[in-house]
């Protein structure tokens, strides 16, 4: 069974920066999607950013271009969020997710994927 667990998050100041990681163990194949998604408080679990591990297609949600950034290695074993310039809407659960296969476009809706992490609390300090 594949296990995704996510750290890194933590409570920063408006302006800061963080690193989220996903560390992925148990059965792994070669291609993938990986996703972040974040949940805040009373609303519903939204895409962010998305990236192929093969090929390093990548799509972010308009809220986090240009101060975000997603990568991963070509086994999708560790995925990473570096996150820029944090706002105070920034706060909230972030989750990392994949599924096996890779996609002319990145999906960007919870089924679409099929494995989740826990989760990890992100936040920001006005």
């Known amino acids: 069974q594949v296990q995704l667990v996510e750290s890194g998050g933590g409570l920063v100041q408006a302006g800061g920066s963080l690193r989220l990681t996903c560390a992925a163990s148990?059965?792994?194949?070669?291609?993938?999607?990986m996703g972040w998604f974040l949940q805040a408080p009373g609303k519903e679990r939204e895409f962010i950013a998305g990236?192929?591990?093969?090929?390093?297609?990548?799509s972010y949600t308009d809220s986090v271009k240009g101060r975000f950034t997603i990568d991963t290695d070509n086994a999708g074993n560790t995925l990473t969020l570096d996150m820029t310039n944090l706002k105070p809407d920034d706060t909230a659960v972030y989750y990392c997710?994949?599924?096996?296969?890779?996609?002319?476009?990145?999906?960007?809706?919870?089924?679409?994927?099929?494995?989740w992490g826990q989760g990890t609390q992100v936040t920001v300090s006005s």
């Open positions: 997710a994949r599924r096996r296969g890779l996609f002319l476009v990145v999906p960007t809706t919870i089924r679409e994927y099929d494995y």
């Open positions: 990236i192929t591990t093969i090929g390093g297609r990548t």
């Open positions: 148990g059965r792994t194949f070669s291609s993938y999607t």
